[in-house]
């Protein structure tokens, strides 16, 4: 979805928080908003990190200062990150936990903007807060089995690498732990600011982009990038920019500061694709977004760069789409 305010990112630092599971994803969102600065775009994200004590020590016992108190209301928009602690088990016995705990009570993800993150057994928090009372989540495959008591009313998913929960994942969002804190928040990134901008967060962290078994398949924008090739990025990144530009192979190449030819080589080797087929993808990714928005499958066409309406249904069909898009509206 379309940029459309700046999200505050509150992450809740507890003694013993695993410095991977908040530090990962926070910096996925500090990288966000250099790349939306650098295209003359207001920040996507204020980060902020908060907790019952205003130094924490972390997971490898360098400790956290200058944590903010845990505040008496968050503004909407905001999103709450719960992050595990390493251990067979969480001690919700402690003062720190007790505290986050009772804070987290008087909150009501999916109102009032509020999205609740969890990662790993940051889960867990939210369970014995109650927050995942009748909701979908995931934790870490050591903690499963704890969730499952924690909050037997919550449809507990083992074996995903994250687990969206509410319309659009808007309420409760979940990952397993550790690296896929990364995933979860590259996939927060490419609803909130464009799949491009999660793109180039990715190629900027040298991630190569994953998902679970039973997830859908990954957005054309992400797919194919799972290389580290710099000049082919480059050309992705100006396509995923401007997908309705008269691209040509030649033009591409421009980009790339190499040969048409010598391009081409570097699409099949790299992203397993040739360069137009790479560009009809973009843009029938785009053609369907335009449709669900409630487009016209002409306005659609325009939209996506495709010169004909026969066009892009011949890329419906080649790229193996049911249906029309005429149907999608």
């Known amino acids: 979805m379309p940029l459309t305010a700046t999200i505050a990112v509150y992450f ?8 991977l599971d908040w530090a990962g994803p926070a910096e996925a969102f500090r990288i966000a908003n250099q790349v939306l600065k650098a295209d003359s ?9 908060i907790g019952p004590a205003a130094q924490v020590p972390t997971s490898v016992w360098i400790s956290v200062a200058n944590v ?4 008496d209301a968050l503004p909407n928009p905001s999103w709450l990150v719960l992050v595990g602690m390493p251990g067979a088990g969480i001690d919700i016995t402690s003062e720190p936990a007790r505290q986050t705990i009772q804070w987290l009570q008087g909150l009501q993800p999916g109102k009032n903007g509020l999205r609740l993150i969890t990662i790993c057994a940051g889960a867990l928090l939210a369970a014995h807060a109650g927050l995942l009372r009748g ?3 995931t934790t870490h495959h050591q903690h499963l089995d704890e969730l499952r008591l924690a909050a037997p009313d919550c449809d507990v998913v083992a074996n995903r690498v994250f687990v969206l929960d509410g319309e659009a994942g808007s309420a409760v969002a979940s990952s397993a732990g550790i690296t896929t804190g990364i995933d979860l928040a590259l996939h927060l990134i490419a609803q909130h600011c464009g799949a491009p901008v999660a793109a180039q967060v990715a190629q900027t962290m040298v991630v190569a982009l994953r998902r679970g078994p039973q997830d859908p398949e990954l957005s054309p924008f992400l797919n194919h990038r799972n290389h580290l090739h710099a000049a082919l990025h480059r050309v992705q990144d100006a396509i995923g920019n401007q997908p309705a530009a008269d691209w040509t192979v030649p ?17 099949i080797e790299h992203a397993d694709i040739a360069p137009l087929q790479y560009l009809r993808r973009i843009r029938l990714a785009v053609a369907e977004q335009a449709l669900q928005a409630g487009r016209n499958v002409t306005q659609a066409a325009q939209l996506a760069g495709f010169s004909s309406d026969t066009q892009l249904r011949r890329a419906w069909h080649q790229f193996g789409r049911e ?3 005429s149907e999608v509206r």
């Open 251 to 267: 033009r591409m190449a421009d980009v790339a500061h190499t040969s048409p030819r010598h391009l081409t080589r570097l699409f």
């Open 41 to 49: 775009k207001s920040a996507g994200f204020d980060l902020r990190f």
């Open 135 to 137: 909701r979908r989540a």
């Open 68 to 71: 903010q108190p845990l505040p």
């Open 323 to 325: 249906g029309t898009p």
């Open 12 to 19: 809740v630092l507890l003694p013993g928080s695993l410095i």
